[in-house]
């Protein structure tokens, strides 16, 4: 069974300053995917990272791949109110081949950025 | 834009009762997925198809439950004689088969057992 980890588990921050959200697993993972939950709602796919050591960034967010595909980070700078929302990392099996299928999430990370 | 539509989107319903979900994928996308996500948890994986053949049950999955995908486009999700803990999100997602098959999930059926 391939766990992933997430911490912290909450996270709360004044507008402006910079966190840093980690997804930790002992398993290898074909690709991760990064989700933004809100309340009452699906997940919404932020970005999909699926080489080692892989960066993207969509505007204040940077999102790393661990060069072992075992673990990824997520990382907001100059967080705003309307960051707020539960963070939720997802890995795709290792030994999927031909991609994607049964992810398995963390828990997530629930963060409020006060104004 | 379509993107991944379920409904309903609530369902209380009293315990022993049989309730149905429907998810209507993404249209080019030939894997749908459901996923079962409760309070505080992270969604948990319960079975998908590729095109018309379901090819994957969690044990999550009881006999309880059961899902089809006729003719490969629209899916529903079936509980009968439901239970206090059936009560959770129940989330659809569908993706392409080519790489790197990012899941897109629909708004989920939050159901409510009595």
């Known amino acids: 069974t391939q766990l992933l980890e997430q911490s912290p588990q909450f996270l709360s921050i004044q507008e402006g300053e910079n966190l840093t959200v980690y997804c930790n697993s002992s398993s290898v993972f074909s690709s991760l995917q990064w989700y933004r939950q809100e309340p009452g709602e699906g997940p919404v796919l932020l970005v999909t990272?699926?080489?080692?050591?892989e960066v993207k960034k969509l505007k204040r967010l940077t999102f790393q791949f661990g060069d072992a595909r075992k673990d990824s980070s997520l990382h907001i700078t100059a967080a705003q109110p309307g960051d707020t929302g539960l963070y939720l990392c997802?890995?795709?099996?290792?030994?999927?081949?031909?991609?994607?299928?049964?992810?398995?999430f963390g828990k997530g990370t629930k963060l409020s950025v006060i104004p | 834009d379509t993107g991944v539509s379920q409904n309903p989107r609530h369902k209380i319903t009293k315990r022993g009762q049989n309730v149905t979900f429907r998810c209507d994928p993404i249209?080019?996308?030939?894997?749908l997925y459901w996923y079962r996500q409760t309070l505080g948890q992270g969604p948990e994986f319960l079975t998908y198809f590729q095109n018309e053949a379901q090819l994957e049950k969690s044990r999550l999955l009881s006999d309880r439950f059961s899902a089809e995908r006729p003719k490969g486009s629209f899916s529903t999700l079936e509980i009968q004689r439901t239970e206090q803990g059936d009560s959770a999100m129940y989330l659809c997602a569908s993706s392409a088969i080519s790489l790197p098959q990012p899941q897109h999930f629909g708004d989920g059926t939050r159901l409510s057992i009595l």
């Open positions: 249209s080019e996308h030939n894997r």
């Open positions: 990272v699926v080489t080692g050591g």
């Open positions: 997802a890995g795709a099996p290792g030994n999927s081949g031909a991609g994607s299928y049964q992810l398995t």
